[in-house]
């Protein structure tokens, strides 16, 4: 079964609830090459506590990616281009957009254009990543 036929049965907490699992995977790579992970650490956080029914807005969700002081996995991915945290940096942004995606769709906020193209097809793309990661 594919992630995207798994999460998209669910209700959105739910999705969150499976994409914990992934990120922590995720988290736990990242860390055997960048003990200090900060971003990702805070990006995992988020999607625990907003799978557990946490009031987290859309825009926290998409701070963890980028934000204005240039922090966010974002940058973390392009700081590992060529290096083994890369795949994990990139599948753990793509989680948190999807699940930024579930969280303005909850909330109502004004969904930014680039979370907007997110969509379920990103789940697809996760799926790739993960496979890739082994």
Do not use: H
């Amino acid at each position: 079964m594919t992630l995207r036929a798994e999460l998209t049965a669910l209700p959105p907490r739910e999705q969150a609830q499976r994409l914990t699992a992934v990120a922590a995977s995720l988290v736990a790579q990242i860390r055997c090459t960048e003990p200090d992970a900060l971003e990702a650490e805070a990006a995992l956080a988020a999607i625990r506590a907003w799978s557990d029914g946490g009031r987290l807005t859309g825009r926290y969700f998409s701070d963890l990616v980028y934000s204005d002081e240039e922090r966010g996995t974002l940058r973390r991915l392009s700081e590992a281009a060529g290096k083994p945290s890369e795949g994990g940096w990139n599948a753990l942004t793509t989680a948190v957009m999807y699940a930024a995606w579930l969280v303005y769709q909850e909330t109502g906020e004004a969904m930014p254009s680039d979370v907007n193209e997110v969509g379920e097809d990103s789940l697809d793309l996760l799926d790739e990543q993960l496979a890739q990661r082994g």
